[in-house]
């Protein structure tokens, strides 16, 4: 539809998604962070996957674990879309079948963290530089061998990328992300 044949309501409704007005005009894409519930049963998880998938939404990272009750599983989930994707993506992980709760945290006040594994080549001349660097994030070796060390790091991803980049100077042999998990810093759901 040109921008002539749109209503005020119709242009107003596209703003609020997200949506471009123009033709050719870019959608205003956001990154949230999807905190599920799942029933801890076979399939469950492929059934998650297999929406994402048949619907063509994004699936930027998925982290999978326990709770406290050995039944429920928690998944956090971040993918990307304007907010009539995410509206959609919310919907549809409600009504899956092992479903317990759906919590989109992206604008709430939560904590996330992420692991990293890093492996990095090193020298006589740059391993004092290396293990400063750790030090710095507050990181660990958790691997050393005569040309390579393996750095664990955890942290908000935003941290993550900083030592990613911090690396790469030194030549990154192999990189390990177990993606985000997220949780709310105040209890909401009656707990």
Known sequence: MAPETLTPQQIF???????????????????????????????ALNRVANMFSARGFNLESVSVGPTDDPSVSRMTIVTTGNDRIIGQVLQQ??????????????????VERELCLVKV?????????????INIFRGNVVNITPDTMTFELTGPTTKINAFVGMMQPH?????????????????????
């Open 171 to 191: 030549g990154i042999k192999e990189i390990a992300r177990s993606g985000r998990v997220a949780m709310r810093r105040k209890l909401v759901f009656g707990d």
């Open 13 to 43: 409704r596209k703003k609020a998604a997200g949506e471009g007005i123009e033709p050719g005009e870019p959608e205003s894409v956001h990154r949230h962070v999807i905190i599920v519930l799942l029933e801890n049963s076979i399939g």
């Open 93 to 110: 992980l409600k009504n899956l079948v092992d479903t317990l709760l759906v919590d989109d945290v992206t604008n709430e006040d939560f």
């Open 121 to 133: 080549s090193f020298t006589k001349d740059t391993r004092a530089e290396l293990m400063d660097t």
